[in-house]
């Protein structure tokens, strides 16, 4: 268990839907991450958030968008979805970027597995 | 730009032999992490282990171990007496430090250990 929580573990849409993902950081952990893992297109990184701030963008569609709550946790919004959009959604937390003694490790929790149909 | 490249798309052996699993990488930071994990059938990403660009110490955890060489940019993964629960896609990533810090990940190796 790397205590990364996420919800759902399943989620079966319909195309022009909209979904919202949960993730509970590690405790103790202030950055979140979101990945994308699809066949096609393996582990795409999406977007981070820090202390409530983003941090750094990815391969994130206008479509999806995605915030850090005061309490850490971390939600992504995928709109207006479309069949490509399936994929297993990660979510993931690590201490502080940057620091040599942090090491930077990112803990994963289990995804988010959504299908668009 | 960063890149990881896992040229082995998939590798498959009988149990109790030693595999190896490659990762080639580049960055141009001076400073960086490298990681691999594991992705068993079940779906989650479990972390292995992590390697800072300034210790090219190789690591061996039981079974796991680990060759850093910074001349070749390579961070090869070795298992040895493999096992049917080492059966997983393993995935090798970069993390830069002063670059974009989250994870650069490569394509991934499917690993399917025979009984």
């Known amino acids: 268990d790397s205590g990364v929580t996420q919800t759902p573990k399943h989620l079966i849409t319909a195309t022009g839907q909209r979904v919202t993902l949960r993730c509970s950081p590690r405790?103790?952990?202030?950055?979140v991450y979101w990945y994308q893992q699809s066949l096609d297109q393996g582990l795409q990184f999406l977007i981070q958030?820090?202390?409530?701030?983003?941090?750094a963008k990815g391969n994130i569609l206008e479509r999806f968008s995605a915030q850090q709550f005061p309490d850490l946790h971390s939600e992504l919004n995928l709109s207006s979805l479309e069949l490509g959009d399936s994929a297993l959604y990660f979510c993931?937390?690590?201490?502080?970027?940057?620091?040599?003694?942090?090491?930077?490790?990112?803990?994963f929790g289990e995804g988010s597995w959504l299908t668009v149909v | 730009a960063q890149k990881v490249t896992q040229a082995q798309t998939e590798i498959s052996v009988v149990e109790k032999e030693d595999v190896t699993l490659d990762c080639v990488y580049e960055?141009?930071?001076?400073?960086?992490?490298l990681f691999w994990y594991k992705q068993p059938p079940s779906g989650e990403l479990v972390f292995l282990i992590r390697r800072n660009s300034f210790d090219e110490q190789n690591e061996i955890s039981g079974r796991y171990s680990w060759n850093f060489q910074k001349s070749t940019s390579s961070f090869n993964f070795t298992i040895t007496a493999s096992q049917v629960v080492d059966s997983a896609v393993y995935f090798c990533a970069l993390s830069e430090r002063t670059g974009r810090r989250a994870l650069t990940f490569g394509s991934g190796t499917r690993l399917q250990v025979q009984p």
């Open positions: 993931a937390s690590s201490v502080e970027p940057g620091r040599p003694s942090s090491g930077n490790t990112i803990y």
């Open positions: 958030y820090y202390n409530g701030e983003e941090r």
């Open positions: 960055t141009r930071d001076t400073t960086y992490y």
């Open positions: 405790s103790g952990d202030l950055s």
